[in-house]
């Protein structure tokens, strides 16, 4: 089982940033990649960043040059720093962890965090 938990949402106006952070717990040496989707109202739930064990990264187009992924393995905290906000980046954001284990793989996903960005 992994435990996430996401924090760091909040309001802010256009072209302002915010930092969300995603803390894991449990069996955390199993996650193979971690990722953040955003859910906005009346849109279905969509990617936006993810990085794997390796330290790759991969972007959505629409928040590629503004939003940085990183990880740190000692604290077990994924993070995404997200700067040049736009009102349409308002949504919750979840984190999810990724684990595969014995040819099956298991899909983890935090509560959520709002952020509003405001015109």
């Known amino acids: 089982q992994v435990q996430l938990v996401e924090s760091g949402g909040g309001l802010v106006q256009a072209g302002g940033s915010l930092r969300l952070s995603c803390a894991a717990s449990?069996?955390?040496?199993?996650?193979?990649?971690m990722s953040w989707y955003r859910q906005a109202p009346g849109k279905e739930r969509e990617l936006v960043a993810s990085?794997?064990?390796?330290?790759?990264?991969a972007y959505a187009d629409f928040v590629k040059g503004r939003f940085t992924i990183s990880r740190d393995n000692t604290k077990n905290t994924v993070l995404l720093q997200m700067n040049s906000l736009k009102p349409e980046d308002t949504a919750v954001y979840y984190c999810?962890?990724?684990?595969?284990?014995?040819?099956?793989?298991?899909?983890?996903w935090g509560q959520g965090t709002q952020v509003t960005v405001s015109s």
């Open positions: 999810k962890a990724v684990i595969l284990w014995i040819g099956r793989r298991y899909d983890y």
């Open positions: 449990g069996s955390i040496s199993n996650i193979n990649a």
């Open positions: 990085i794997s064990n390796g330290g790759n990264t």
